[in-house]
């Protein structure tokens, strides 16, 4: 295995310690760079630095609701191109996720992302919450009314327009959440007690930029391990929790926090070649 980094061989440690029954695992659009599906904050690659064509006012306007009132065609013309698909395979991270489910160890996966990647790997769809919607539903932006998916999508893709409300005639988008939405009802449901039940965060590929996913790491309990595989550093990872307090031990999450810097399907990999858990991430990976 040659030089294994230290993090990586402390969350082995925690994975094997038979203490993690209920993970709870928080993604974003870094884990699925990999299936080349960009994301949004790198700079250079990310969605963000390449929307020039569109001429908006801030690049987050593509997803922002009182923009798209107005102005729905940057969006579409988007969609018309990014509209998840077959294209795209599940990545080593996400193949990981199906089997800490398959092993029992898996609570919940917040994910932001809208690829369905995570299904598509064999994470059981009521461990997955899609906190940032999904593309299978479509509703108006006026009057909540439900719109046909498939009609929707066809509008958009083939004839790359905003399909119009057939109650109030405002513009249909698909149900992802814009700036400006609250997040599905599942979301709310299920955040707070899944944060106090769990044994461990492990959050992989996310700026941790928006809200208010990026509480999760706040809300677990404060002796619950936090791991970060990510590019970089993000969040309150390893930093200060909080205002000063006299109890030095609780002004930063030093000491329950893992980071790792990279590749998360680097890292999972050497992670699974420790706990001897390769082959059946191989297998979960190509099936
Ligand atoms: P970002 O683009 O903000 O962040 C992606 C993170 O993943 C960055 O920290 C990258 O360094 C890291 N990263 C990229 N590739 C990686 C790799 N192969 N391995 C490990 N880390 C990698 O994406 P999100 O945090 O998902 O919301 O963005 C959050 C939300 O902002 C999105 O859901 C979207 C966007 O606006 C809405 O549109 C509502």
């Known amino acids: 295995l040659g030089n294994v980094p230290q993090a990586i061989k402390s969350v082995a440690d925690l994975l094997s310690s038979n203490k993690c029954k209920n993970i709870v695992v928080l993604t974003g659009a870094g884990v699925s760079c990999n299936a080349r599906i960009p994301d949004f904050r790198t700079p250079g690659t990310g ?3 390449n929307l020039q064509k569109y001429n908006l006012p801030f690049p987050e306007a593509v997803f922002d609701l009182g923009f798209y009132r107005n102005n729905p065609d940057p969006f579409v013309q988007l969609a018309s191109e990014l509209w998840p698909g077959l294209r795209h395979s599940p990545t080593i991270t996400h193949s990981f996720i199906a089997l800490l489910a398959k092993k029992g160890m898996l609570l919940r996966n917040y994910t932001q992302n809208i690829d369905m990647l995570d299904v598509l790997a064999g994470v059981p769809e009521d461990k997955v919450i899609e906190c940032h919607g999904h593309f299978r539903t479509s509703s108006c932006t006026n009057c909540s009314s439900a719109f046909d998916g498939e009609e929707c999508k066809r509008i958009i893709v083939e004839e790359k327009r905003a399909p119009a409300c057939k109650q109030c005639g405002g513009f249909v988008k698909p149900d992802i959440v814009f700036f400006g939405e609250s997040l599905p009802l599942k979301y709310h449901r299920l955040v707070k007690q899944d944060t106090k039940m769990a044994d461990l965060l492990l959050v992989m590929g996310t700026s941790l930029m928006v809200g208010p996913v990026n509480m999760i790491p706040e809300m677990v309990r404060s002796n619950c391990p936090r791991i970060l595989l990510n590019r970089e550093l993000v969040g309150t990872f390893l930093r200060r929790n909080g205002p000063r307090t006299r109890r030095k031990s609780y002004d930063t999450n030093a000491h329950r926090d893992i980071f790792h810097s990279g590749d998360c399907d680097d890292s999972i ?19």
């Open 269 to 287: 990999r050497t992670l699974c070649a420790l706990l001897g858990w390769e082959t059946e991430l191989d297998e979960l990976n190509a099936s």
């Open 47 to 49: 969605l963000y630095d």
